[in-house]
């Protein structure tokens, strides 16, 4: 089995950063992208930021310039930097990973169990 676990989400005012961690653990041969979803009350779960095992970054349209993804391919680790935040980027923040757990087996979509990030003053 793989696990996920993310950490670093809270209450924080408009302008503010909050740095977000995510730590896979488990049966892991080899991990493909990593990144983070968010979803809003009431709305979709959206891609955040993700980060391929090479180092290229992919970041939804609303975050760029503000959030930036990095990842530790040694540690397996996963983390988005979060600056300028403003209330419309209040959402609970999903980990994910695609991870292959053998040499023989395909990659997999795993997720962790979310952190809520609040923005508001």
């Known amino acids: 089995q793989v696990q996920l676990v993310e950490s670093g989400g809270g209450l924080v005012q408009p302008g503010g950063s909050l740095r977000l961690s995510c730590a896979a653990s488990?049966?892991?041969?080899?991990?493909?992208?990593m990144g983070w979803y968010h979803q809003a009350p009431g709305k979709e779960r959206e891609l955040v930021a993700a980060?391929?095992?090479?180092?290229?970054?992919n970041y939804a349209d609303s975050v760029k310039g503000r959030f930036t993804i990095s990842r530790d391919n040694t540690e397996n680790t996963v983390d988005l930097q979060m600056n300028s935040l403003k209330p419309e980027d209040t959402a609970v923040y999903y980990c994910?990973?695609?991870?292959?757990?053998?040499?023989?087996?395909?990659?997999?979509?795993?997720w962790g169990k979310g952190t809520l990030v609040t923005v508001s003053s």
């Open positions: 994910f990973a695609e991870v292959r757990q053998y040499w023989y087996t395909n990659f997999i979509h795993y």
């Open positions: 488990g049966s892991i041969f080899s991990i493909n992208a």
């Open positions: 980060i391929t095992s090479g180092g290229t970054t």
